[in-house]
């Protein structure tokens, strides 16, 4: 309840930095809408149209009363309802986010395990040795060496050019996902293209999430460890398989914690992944949007990753009231 007490002036205060700082960017888009032969009159008439002529503080009242109707703009570039545009391009967004954490988790988790019960051993220090990789390794650079080595060099992989094959045609749209659609759909040539240009940008993110993951689980398990409750259990002689369930029982809550505030915190790292591989998600109209100066989409988007932080924190509080039931006390 707090978490949605707190929502409203969140989204006012996000709402209204964002704005700010595209104005203050001094990044004029109606120029560019009005072409390069447009007159002084002409641009003056497009800003007009466009309320930009306006002091910001009457821009951003006009802003939010729109919103508060459910209308976020129309996208200078496209011309379409930003709020449409959004809706039709987050199944792509989060099909490569949940897939990417998920697989990214799945090799961090154990991973950090392991390297905190094996501490010393080389297994940690591999795990260790990953984790700096993943963490140095610019994104952008990361999604740009796997379609160089996996699609020009070795061959084994579809160019990055988007979800599907050009040569083929979109399933028809049920969850989103262009996997699961042609699944649905028998369609079994367009599932295996789409798992096929799935699998590098959802390696690229796994990567990004599986470094902190590992540093961090490595770091909380140690934690655990070296509790007194954990000393005691080795004092009377537990068996070490029992005392390795302690351990994991007690990290489960700080895991589950860090893992959903990475989730939330990885939209803008997906973005950069969208955008290498022409993914057609939100995140790379967003960053498009931005480059481009639209401001009614990059509003939008900031808004939507709000939304989802938030709902990513809200999921992970009651995951970890489920294992933790004491946490409501505190």
Same mark, same amino acid.
């Given at each position: ?208 999430? %599986?470094? #902190? !993951? +590992?540093?961090? =689980?490595? /770091?909380?398990?140690? @934690?655990?460890? $070296? &509790? ?23 990290? %489960?809550? #700080? !895991? +589950?914690?860090? =893992?959903? /505030?990475?989730?939330? @915190?990885?939209? $803008? &790292? ?26 009614? !989409? +990059? ?32």
């Amino acid at each position: 309840m707090r978490r949605l007490a707190l929502l409203a002036p969140l989204l006012l205060i996000i709402g209204f930095l964002t704005f700010a700082l595209l104005r203050m960017g001094g990044q004029d888009p109606t120029a560019m809408l009005a072409g390069p032969t447009a007159t002084i009159e002409e641009i003056n008439r497009l800003r007009a149209d466009y309320g930009l002529d306006q002091p910001m503080p009457v821009q951003f009242g006009i802003w939010v009363g729109h919103v508060l109707q459910g209308d976020l703009g129309r996208s200078w570039i496209t011309n379409r309802a930003v709020l449409g545009e959004l809706i039709d391009r987050l199944p792509a967004t989060l099909e490569l986010l949940l897939c990417g954490v998920a697989l990214g988790a799945l090799l961090g988790i154990p991973a950090g395990m392991v390297a905190a019960f094996r501490r010393g051993r080389f297994a940690d220090f591999a795990s260790r040795a990953l984790a700096l990789f993943g963490f140095s390794i610019p994104t952008y650079f990361l999604a740009l060496s796997m379609l160089l080595i996996f699609f020009y060099v070795l061959e084994w992989s579809p160019p990055g050019m988007g979800r599907l094959s050009l040569m083929l045609t979109p399933p028809p749209r049920l969850t989103g996902s262009y996997t699961l659609d042609a699944l649905l759909a028998g369609d079994g040539a367009a599932a295996r293209s789409a798992f096929s240009q799935l699998i590098l940008p959802v390696v690229c993110v796994a990567i990004a999430t %599986a470094a #902190p !993951v +590992v540093s961090q =689980v490595r /770091a909380i398990v140690l @934690g655990v460890l $070296g &509790t007194d409750h954990i000393s005691y259990a080795r004092a009377q002689g537990l068996p070490h398989a029992m005392i390795s369930r302690i351990a994991l029982r007690g990290a %489960a809550t #700080p !895991v +589950v914690t860090f =893992v959903g /505030a990475e989730l939330a @915190g990885l939209v $803008g &790292t997906t973005s950069l992944i969208e955008y290498v591989f022409a993914w057609g998600g939100v995140g790379q109209f967003g960053l498009e949007a931005i480059i481009k100066g639209d401001f009614a !989409v +990059v509003q939008g988007y900031v808004l939507m990753l709000a939304l989802f932080s938030v709902a990513m924190f809200l999921i992970v509080d009651l995951m970890v009231l489920a294992l933790e039931p004491r946490a409501a006390l505190r």
